[in-house]
Protein backbone atom coordinates (compact mmCIF):
# COMPACT_ATOMS: atom_id res chain seq x y z
CA UNK A 1 0.00 0.00 0.00
CA UNK A 2 0.92 4.17 -0.12
CA UNK A 3 0.69 6.37 2.32
CA UNK A 4 -0.07 9.90 1.02
CA UNK A 5 0.94 13.22 2.88
CA UNK A 6 -0.69 16.47 1.47
CA UNK A 7 0.81 20.24 1.49
CA UNK A 8 1.05 23.31 0.23
CA UNK A 9 -2.42 25.05 1.11
CA UNK A 10 -3.27 28.62 2.15
CA UNK A 11 -4.57 31.80 2.03
CA UNK A 12 -4.30 33.79 -1.44
CA UNK A 13 -6.37 36.62 -2.73
CA UNK A 14 -8.21 35.54 -5.83
CA UNK A 15 -6.19 35.88 -8.89
CA UNK A 16 -3.39 34.60 -7.27
CA UNK A 17 -1.35 30.71 -7.34
CA UNK A 18 -0.43 27.95 -5.22
CA UNK A 19 1.43 25.11 -5.69
CA UNK A 20 -0.04 21.68 -3.75
CA UNK A 21 1.97 18.88 -3.28
CA UNK A 22 1.32 15.15 -2.36
CA UNK A 23 4.23 12.81 -0.89
CA UNK A 24 3.95 9.47 -1.28
CA UNK A 25 5.69 6.71 0.43
CA UNK A 26 5.53 2.43 0.30
CA UNK A 27 5.02 0.45 -2.49
CA UNK A 28 6.28 2.08 -6.02
CA UNK A 29 4.58 5.44 -7.10
CA UNK A 30 4.10 4.50 -10.46
CA UNK A 31 2.02 1.74 -10.22
CA UNK A 32 -0.58 3.73 -8.92
CA UNK A 33 -2.96 6.39 -10.89
CA UNK A 34 -3.35 9.61 -9.19
CA UNK A 35 -5.89 12.43 -8.58
CA UNK A 36 -6.95 15.60 -6.75
CA UNK A 37 -10.02 15.74 -5.23
CA UNK A 38 -11.77 18.49 -3.06
CA UNK A 39 -14.20 19.45 -0.43
CA UNK A 40 -15.89 22.83 0.36
CA UNK A 41 -17.93 22.91 3.47
CA UNK A 42 -21.21 21.54 3.07
CA UNK A 43 -20.48 19.73 -0.27
CA UNK A 44 -19.63 16.47 -2.13
CA UNK A 45 -16.08 15.68 -2.55
CA UNK A 46 -15.74 16.56 -6.13
CA UNK A 47 -13.10 15.39 -8.94
CA UNK A 48 -10.39 18.30 -9.89
CA UNK A 49 -7.71 16.08 -12.10
CA UNK A 50 -6.06 12.89 -13.06
CA UNK A 51 -3.11 11.60 -13.92
CA UNK A 52 -2.26 8.01 -15.79
CA UNK A 53 0.99 5.71 -13.77
CA UNK A 54 3.44 7.68 -16.66
CA UNK A 55 2.22 11.17 -16.34
CA UNK A 56 1.55 11.03 -19.70
CA UNK A 57 -2.37 11.44 -19.73
CA UNK A 58 -4.06 13.93 -17.74
CA UNK A 59 -7.94 15.09 -17.23
CA UNK A 60 -9.42 17.81 -15.88
CA UNK A 61 -13.02 18.90 -14.20
CA UNK A 62 -14.04 21.80 -16.67
CA UNK A 63 -14.15 24.39 -13.92
CA UNK A 64 -10.61 24.20 -13.42
CA UNK A 65 -9.11 23.61 -16.83
CA UNK A 66 -7.10 26.11 -18.17
CA UNK A 67 -6.30 27.26 -14.81
CA UNK A 68 -4.54 23.95 -13.23
CA UNK A 69 -2.18 21.71 -13.74
CA UNK A 70 -1.58 18.29 -12.77
CA UNK A 71 2.13 16.66 -12.73
CA UNK A 72 3.82 13.48 -10.93
CA UNK A 73 7.44 12.75 -10.83
CA UNK A 74 8.20 9.07 -9.94
CA UNK A 75 11.69 9.07 -9.33
CA UNK A 76 10.67 11.47 -6.43
CA UNK A 77 7.10 10.04 -5.50
CA UNK A 78 5.47 13.25 -5.59
CA UNK A 79 2.25 14.52 -7.02
CA UNK A 80 1.57 17.89 -7.78
CA UNK A 81 -1.38 20.46 -8.10
CA UNK A 82 -0.15 23.63 -9.91
CA UNK A 83 -3.21 26.26 -9.60
CA UNK A 84 -2.88 30.00 -10.95
CA UNK A 85 -5.83 32.86 -11.20
CA UNK A 86 -7.33 31.12 -8.28
CA UNK A 87 -11.01 31.98 -7.65
CA UNK A 88 -13.52 32.07 -4.36
CA UNK A 89 -15.42 29.36 -5.52
CA UNK A 90 -11.80 27.51 -5.39
CA UNK A 91 -12.04 27.19 -1.82
CA UNK A 92 -11.67 23.59 -0.04
CA UNK A 93 -10.06 21.00 1.00
CA UNK A 94 -7.76 19.36 -1.38
CA UNK A 95 -6.80 15.99 -1.27
CA UNK A 96 -4.48 14.22 -3.68
CA UNK A 97 -5.97 10.17 -3.86
CA UNK A 98 -3.85 7.01 -5.11
CA UNK A 99 -5.95 4.55 -7.41
CA UNK A 100 -4.46 0.96 -7.28
CA UNK A 101 -7.00 -0.91 -9.92
CA UNK A 102 -5.92 -1.95 -13.53
CA UNK A 103 -9.49 -1.27 -15.71
CA UNK A 104 -8.10 -0.66 -18.99
CA UNK A 105 -8.57 3.48 -18.29
CA UNK A 106 -5.46 5.51 -18.26
CA UNK A 107 -6.73 7.28 -15.20
CA UNK A 108 -10.17 7.88 -12.99
CA UNK A 109 -12.61 10.78 -12.09
CA UNK A 110 -14.94 8.82 -9.17
CA UNK A 111 -13.30 8.86 -5.38
CA UNK A 112 -14.66 5.58 -5.35
CA UNK A 113 -12.29 4.46 -7.94
CA UNK A 114 -9.47 5.59 -5.79
CA UNK A 115 -7.88 3.33 -2.67
CA UNK A 116 -5.88 5.68 -0.96
CA UNK A 117 -6.14 9.38 -0.01
CA UNK A 118 -3.83 12.01 1.82
CA UNK A 119 -5.04 13.96 5.28
CA UNK A 120 -6.02 16.90 2.85
CA UNK A 121 -4.73 20.64 2.40
CA UNK A 122 -6.87 23.88 3.24
CA UNK A 123 -6.99 26.15 0.20
CA UNK A 124 -9.08 29.30 0.81
CA UNK A 125 -9.61 32.38 -2.10
CA UNK A 126 -10.59 35.68 -0.43
CA UNK A 127 -12.05 38.22 -3.06
Known amino acids: QVQLVDSGGGLVQAGGSLRLSCAAS????????MGWFRQAPGKEREFVAA????????HYADPVKGRFTISRDNAKNTLTLQMNNLKPEDTAVYYC????????????????????WGQGTQVTVSS
Open 97 to 116: AAAERYSGNLYYTRPGEYDY
Open 26 to 33: GRTFSSYA
Open 51 to 58: ISRSGGST
